[in-house]
């Protein structure tokens, strides 16, 4: 069994800064690529940030030059530093994991989700 915690989200003001953090526990073997996703009210789930095991990101275009992924592999967690934060940003941030919990078995395991809410 394989479980996502979030936390780190929270009401802050346009233009002020949040980090979020997603720390994974339970039956690992290895932890392959790692990333947030978002939904706002009445829109699909959207791709944030990704990073790879090897360091590799990748970013929405909304969010290039604001948005900071990491990870701590020896800690099987997961960082998003948000920035320069936009109302738009408002939105519940999942995190996402591909997880291999034996020689035979790759899932994709999600977090509950946290709420990001920008306004003044």
């Known amino acids: 069994q394989v479980h996502l915690v979030e936390s780190g989200g929270g009401l802050v003001q346009p233009g002020g800064s949040l980090g979020l953090s997603c720390a994974a526990s339970g039956s690992i073997f290895r932890i392959y690529t790692m990333g947030w996703y978002r939904q706002a009210p009445g829109k699909q789930r959207e791709l944030v940030a990704t990073i790879t095991s090897g360091g590799s990101t990748n970013y929405a275009d909304s969010v290039k030059g604001r948005f900071t992924i990491s990870r701590d592999n020896a800690k099987n967690t997961v960082y998003l530093q948000m920035n320069s934060l936009k109302p738009e940003d408002t939105a519940v941030y999942y995190c996402?994991?591909?997880?291999?919990?034996?020689?035979?078995?790759?899932?994709?395991?999600w977090g509950q989700g946290t709420q990001v809410t920008v306004s003044s």
């Open positions: 996402n994991a591909a997880i291999r919990t034996d020689w035979t078995t790759q899932a994709d395991y």
